[in-house]
């Protein structure tokens, strides 16, 4: 039985950063080059006057959460803006102690209802609580002395199965938490983007960025010894079917084994058209072992229709996750009574969530004694520090092998955090980082494709020794966002 601590949330602080990508990321329908960073920081309070704080921070990437056209990306950063907000002030406002799980199982619902007031999606709404709850993850971490692998082993949030997803009724989650092992060392996942270059000759002599790092997939793959990645398609069928043949001819000139997975971004209007592009793809010559090295299709098709009919026949072939349309607890289930076996990780949308559809996988497939359901490790271009390392410590308990990992090919390093901030990081976190041959700039370290997770594992707290440089971020401004926003800027 859990004995998770109790406490009430005493602060909360929100802020920023802006983030510059020093290569343009293409995917579905946004190219993306600059967004702000939101970084929240708390303090929590037991009844016996103890006290911790606790940090988070997440992109807040524009068109993925909210896709509607005649919203600008300054409108969707104000969405996000807007459901910290409301989380913030939700959490601040309770006085009544809780575990760290009792408290986001008591806002959960409202948050969402509010949310969908003020004209955002469950998905949007959520972004908020997801940030507030790893901070207090973080903060319970440090108020023990332990690792947020120690805590999750024994339950110290308080996790409880049926709270949020009553379909886990009478399943042991103390017990399945108590087993979870975490993975030391994870395998990168490389994204390529919809307007990667992918051989060096594809990148003229004046575009250079020439800053030490690779700029084409071909480049990536000599650098970080890649055998893992994620490739996006567009939903034009002629133009996915020749980026992949691009794609497929960089991949298959090594010679060595590859695996991969496939991203439509929703950018397919129903199974009909995703099935279409499958059969194409099988039938190409040139896609044959690029088609054999897949996975998984990763949410194909546009959440309006996503889970409107069965995907049986095209799952029966290739197997297909859900991303775009995990918008609440009860997703994973309704999606898998269509042929959906898969749903993906990601901290933007909640530890809770990632964990919980995890134990549903564990509890489907000891019924049906396979292995048929799983989760996966995605990426919104988690950025280094706190949100990298985050949702790598979550992925690494999940068992996880491989990741999508991108914020390190978008963005060089820390990007303009502060140098003390950066070198206190990669002080924290010598396996995770290393210093750039001539700057020194701490960037994610992958070698021979894999990620180490030593340190972030082992660090009190969320896995992280070190903390954002607070003096250095400015305040998060109030929302101006309203339902009836229709492209101003």
């Known amino acids: 039985m859990s004995t998770a601590p109790v406490f009430r949330i005493a602060a909360i602080d929100l802020f920023e950063r802006p983030v510059t990508l020093r290569l343009p990321f293409r995917f579905g329908v946004v190219t993306l080059t600059e967004a702000p960073q939101a970084f929240i920081r708390l303090r929590i309070e037991t009844p016996d006057g103890r006290s911790a704080e606790g940090a988070a921070a997440e992109l807040m990437a524009p068109k993925w959460f909210d896709k509607d056209p005649a919203l600008s990306n300054g409108q969707n950063f104000a969405q996000l803006r807007l459901a910290l907000q409301n989380a913030a002030a939700a959490y601040r406002a309770d006085a009544a102690p809780r575990t760290a799980f009792g408290h986001s199982a008591a806002h959960h619902a409202a948050l969402v209802a509010a949310g969908s007031r003020q004209g955002l999606n469950a998905l949007v709404a959520s972004y908020g609580p997801a940030l507030v709850d790893r901070a207090v993850i973080d903060a319970v971490c440090r108020l023990a002395g332990q690792s947020f692998a120690t805590m999750l082993g024994a339950n110290g949030f308080g996790i409880a199965a049926d709270a949020l997803t009553p379909d886990l009724a009478g399943f042991d989650i103390d017990g399945w938490l108590g087993a979870l092992r975490p993975v030391r060392e994870i395998a990168a996942r490389h994204t390529v983007g919809m307007v990667d270059p992918l051989a060096e000759t594809d990148i003229a002599a004046a575009d250079h960025l020439d800053d030490g790092l690779p700029e084409s997939l071909e480049g990536a793959i000599a650098a970080y010894g890649l055998r893992w990645f994620k490739l996006k398609v567009g939903g034009d069928m002629a133009a996915d079917l020749a980026r992949l043949r691009a794609i497929a001819a960089v991949l298959d000139r090594s010679g060595a084994a590859y695996q991969a997975s496939l991203d439509g971004n929703e950018q397919y209007d129903d199974v009909d058209g995703i099935a279409a592009l499958w059969q194409a793809m099988r039938g190409d010559p040139a896609l044959r072992r690029l088609c054999d ?188 966002f309203r339902p009836d926003f229709k492209s101003a800027p």
């Open 293 to 480: 090295s897949i996975l998984y299709i990763e949410q194909p098709i546009r959440r309006a229709a996503a889970l409107n009919r069965p995907v049986s026949a095209l799952a029966a072939q290739i197997p297909l996750i859900v991303d775009e349309s995990d918008a609440d607890y009860g997703v994973f289930p309704a999606a898998r009574s269509l042929g959906y076996v898969g749903i993906s990780s990601k901290t933007c949308k909640g530890v809770y969530r990632a964990l919980l559809n995890a134990a549903r996988c564990s509890r489907w497939n000891a019924q049906a004694g396979g292995s048929r359901h799983f989760v996966t490790g995605e990426d919104l271009t988690c950025q280094a520090g706190l949100a990298l390392q985050q949702d790598l410590a979550l992925v690494a308990m999940l068992g996880l092998t491989h990741v999508e990992r991108n914020g390190h090919h978008y963005v060089d390093g820390f990007g303009t955090a502060p140098a003390a901030e950066q070198a206190a990081f990669l002080a924290a976190h010598p396996d995770l980082y290393a210093a750039a041959t001539g700057t020194g700039r701490p960037r994610l370290a992958i070698r021979g494709g894999m990620i180490a997770l030593g340190s972030l594992l082992d660090a009190s707290g969320f896995a992280s020794a070190a903390m954002p440089g607070w003096a250095t971020l400015a305040p998060m401004p109030p929302s101006d």
